[in-house]
């Protein structure tokens, strides 16, 4: 089995491999494809493994910013993960995986995510359960009242040129929010996104919103507000439609302000579709990852990382003042962390649940205190890939 980067003629057998793993797509569909990974062929983000000429399994890696605690890391989010059917059940799906690992740190991003079709293969290969995308359901009459306190707020469309504002408008909002999770696409992404003739996108100064018909309802991507006064503005906005459409379905955050704006809620519709993460690099990604303010830690972990041993051995993770690092040492007792764990840990999962579920064993109570103290997040993304 030889894994290489695809290639433009690769790319009807990738289609034809897509088609057998997930269903067919659209004429449009696969032309808005084609667009949207041509570039990533030759910057080595879509690799294959071949046996002889013939494609047996692919895996893009897209190049995303994520914010953790409000600090912008790179992270390449896995997509596209393909075997073919007479090939599963062969270790292929091992195999494009590992090299999935090496290619995302070659490409320099220090962590990684995807949704999972399965989840054994991912957790096998150091990816674990870490946060979710939640849609919630809302009539639209309901957000139609939310206009009031927010009539001052300019709101105007996007397009394709809008994409460098718009990318620097959810930096500035991610960051005064202290989120944790969600990303945001290149440019040359937003600007294919923007263009899309069905959508309806419309920014402000400190927010954005981009929504589209869905049938008789409205479907929401996602509405991300710096204020009370934009929330309320890009929302009413989507309730404009309450004479046509009867309900809204949208993207949130888990503590979106728009639940707390709502006049009636007693229960909460929401789904959620859940995604793993995986520490790439784990100094690097804690040295760039926020941290409270509030909060010092002082501690030894051990790390096991088979698909990446220069993650693996005795960590001292050090947190002060907002920021943190990760020091290798000697052993020095602590607890000890399966990749997996730690990447959970990472983002925001206690470690009453990691102790439970066998990814950290030995340490003390002070020391999972002092950990989940330092992590506690609530890890969400409002995007799919």
Known sequence: MDIRDLTADDLDAVLDNRKRAFGPLSGGDAETWRKMVAPFLPEGRYIGAFDGSRLVATARINAYTQWWHGRPMSMGGVAGVTVAPEDRGRGVGRLIMRATIDRAAELGHVVSALYPATTPLYRGMGWEHAGGLSRTTLPTETLRALGAGGADVKLRRMGPDDAPE???????????????????????????????????????????????????????????????????????????????????????????????????????????????????????AVARRGFPAGVSLDAVVHVEDAQRPSNSGSWRLEVSAGSGTATAVADGGGPTFTVGGLSALFAGVPTATLRRTGLVTGGSAEDDEALDSAFRCAAYMIDYF
């Not at 909002?173 to 990303?183: C, D, F, I, M, N």
């Not at 440019?187 to 959508?199: P, V």
């Not at 809204?248 to 809620?265: F, G, K, M, N, S």
């Open 166 to 284: 718009l990318i620097a408008t959810m930096g500035r909002v991610y960051a005064s929010t202290r989120a944790s999770g969600p990303l945001c696409y290149d440019e040359r992404t937003w600007r294919l996104w923007l263009a899309e003739e069905d959508d309806f996108c419309y920014i402000a100064d400190d927010g954005f919103v981009i929504y589209r018909w869905s049938g008789k309802d409205i479907e929401v991507d996602g509405c991300v507000a710096g204020s009370e006064a934009t929330t309320r503005a890009l929302w009413s906005l989507v309730g404009t439609a309450s004479s046509i459409a009867k309900s809204v379905t949208a993207c949130v955050e888990p503590q979106d302000p728009l639940l707390w704006l709502i006049r009636e809620r007693s229960q909460d519709e929401i789904r959620q579709t859940r995604w793993m993460f995986r520490l790439i690099d784990l100094p690097a």
